[in-house]
């Protein structure tokens, strides 16, 4: 670990819900997104992020695009990580 940065205990979980989000899909609805957080228990802060994205239908380039700009804005990539 890096000086100055914290790896939270949810790092990653962003990714595991963008991965299993897109199994079998070619793209996702937020509205369902929203749901799997909910269902997952996402962390606050993590959730704060995945509600913050814009309704409509996403392929996987342009959600992880959305969440990664949320994660930037707010300096918590280098805690949660970032999504691919």
């Known amino acids: 670990m890096r000086l100055g940065s914290f790896q939270a205990e949810e790092f990653g979980d962003l990714q595991r819900l963008v991965d299993?989000?897109?199994i079998g899909r070619e793209t996702v609805d937020?509205?369902?997104?929203?749901?799997?957080a909910?269902?997952?228990d996402l962390a606050d802060d993590l959730?704060?992020?995945?509600?913050?994205l814009p309704p409509g239908?996403?392929?996987r380039r342009r959600l992880c695009d959305q969440l990664n700009s949320a994660l930037a804005a707010h300096g918590w990539g280098g805690t949660y990580g970032t999504v691919e």
Do not use: A, C, H, N
Not at 30 to 36: E, G
Not at 47 to 52: A, G, H, K
């Open 20 to 22: 299993g989000m897109f």
């Open 30 to 36: 937020r509205l369902d997104l929203v749901v799997q």
């Open 38 to 40: 909910e269902v997952l």
């Open 47 to 52: 959730m704060e992020i995945v509600t913050l």
């Open 57 to 59: 239908i996403y392929d």
